[in-house]
């Protein structure tokens, strides 16, 4: 299709419940589950966008365990995963990277869970990615993106994924498989 495809988990800035920005830790899960997922969707990297030096010294840890360590021997499907995983204290050095990587600056892909305007459907979205060209999507940890952050660094924000009962509240490793299967599956949705 001539597209590069790259994820980032967000860490910061993102909300909490009351609408704080914050910055949230990094999950063990999070990073194996968007790692297995980067890999089957055929994504370049997973950044990892954490600007906590400690939080960013796990991340390094967890990543060269499954990487170079025991667990590189005991499970090398997990190897696989993880060599896709990248760290990053800011999303500006991640499209950076990509960048100089691709020849050509990604377009940002925002996600939320929040309803917003000119948000585009999946089908629309999906046309996009079919165009070409190097592509960021950005998944936010707790309780989402930070909307001014959403607003001045995107390219594109996508529309929320539409429950039944009414309860919007996935974990970003569900949202992302969610998403991206949208985007990049074999089968095409309209949603």
């Known amino acids: 299709m001539g597209r590069d495809i790259y994820i980032a988990l967000l860490h910061h800035p ?3 419940k009351d609408g704080k920005v914050i910055t949230t830790a990094v999950t063990n899960m999070d990073l194996h ?8 969707y055929d994504v370049r990297a997973c950044y990892v966008v954490q600007p906590l ?3 960013g010294r796990l991340v390094e840890k967890l990543v060269s365990y499954w990487r170079t360590g025991r667990g590189a ?17 800011d999303l500006a050095g991640a499209i950076e990277e990509i960048e100089s990587e691709t020849g050509s600056r990604p377009r940002v892909v925002g996600t939320t869970a929040r309803d917003r305007p000119a948000a585009l459907d999946y089908a629309r979205a999906r046309e996009e990615l079919c165009k070409g060209g190097s592509w960021l999507i950005v998944f936010g940890t707790g309780w989402g993106i930070d909307p001014g952050f959403l607003e001045s660094c995107t390219d594109l924000v996508l529309k929320p994924i539409p429950g039944l009962s009414g309860y919007n509240h996935l974990s970003v490793r569900t949202a992302a498989a969610v998403i991206l299967d949208r985007l990049l599956g074999k089968e095409q949705y309209n949603a």
């Open 33 to 40: 589950d968007l790692g297995r997922l980067a890999r089957t």
């Open 73 to 89: 021997e005991y499970n090398p499907t997990r190897k696989e995963a993880f060599e896709l995983m990248r760290l990053t204290p």
């Open 14 to 16: 993102v909300l909490d």
């Open 53 to 55: 030096a400690l939080q």
